[in-house]
């Protein structure tokens, strides 16, 4: 769909510069989705895996992050593998409810009611990122919680919308149970992509 030279707003990686890829295409369907434009696959330019990691390399950071849509509706295998070859550091920011493939040094799943992640995805989680929609969102981040690695990082994020509503109850929920952490959209904040 797009890929952009900025930093990672989010997550365990906030603050680093990052090239975004984001792919087209997208069967997850958010309500509250901010990217719906990146739903429909069909409506934007394929580029070779060739020309992604050439634009990829035209700036000077060495992390990039794919992500979607749902970025594993495609195969990445050869895509992390170009990248990796090209000196980049590859994460993933995926809902996990498709197949896993590519080559990951950072997988970062948030996983979105309207689809389940795939169980086999779980453990294989670096950073657990659960967006807070609702007050009962809490209960549901934790039985994806339980199912993750003790190593994985936990961060609960407002969604945007709820921002105002959401981070307060957040941070009383993070005081209460430490191994949760903040994760807030600083990227919107800052006003860049």
């Known amino acids: 769909m797009e890929a952009f030279y ?3 707003g989010e997550g365990f990686h ?8 984001r792919l087209g295409g997208c069967d997850v369907g958010c309500v509250w989705c901010d990217v719906k434009e990146s739903w429909d696959a069909s ?3 394929q ?12 700036h000077p950071g060495r992390l990039a992050v794919i992500t979607g849509g749902e970025p594993l509706l495609h195969n990445l295998d050869e895509l992390t ?5 090209a000196g980049f550091e590859t994460n993933i920011e995926t809902s996990g409810s498709s197949p ?5 040094d950072w997988i970062c799943l948030s996983p979105k009611k309207f689809k389940a992640p795939l169980p086999a995805i779980l453990p294989q ?8 929609f609702h007050k ?12 993750v690695d003790p190593g994985c990082k936990l961060y609960l994020q407002p969604e945007w919308n709820k921002a105002a509503e959401m981070t307060p109850l957040i941070i009383d929920y993070i005081k209460a149970h430490p191994q949760w952490e903040l994760s807030l959209q600083v990227h919107k904040y800052i006003n860049v992509p």
Do not use: C, M
């Open 6 to 8: 900025t930093i990672q």
């Open 14 to 21: 906030q603050g680093r510069a990052a090239y975004f890829i």
């Open 43 to 45: 409506q934007h330019p």
């Open 47 to 58: 580029l070779s895996i060739e020309q992604i990691v050439t634009d990829a390399q035209l």
């Open 81 to 85: 593998r170009q990248l990796h070859n």
């Open 100 to 104: 896993l493939s590519g080559e990951w």
């Open 125 to 132: 989680a670096s950073e657990l990122k659960v967006v807070i």
């Open 136 to 147: 009962h969102d809490f209960e549901w981040a934790e039985t994806y919680a339980a199912q």
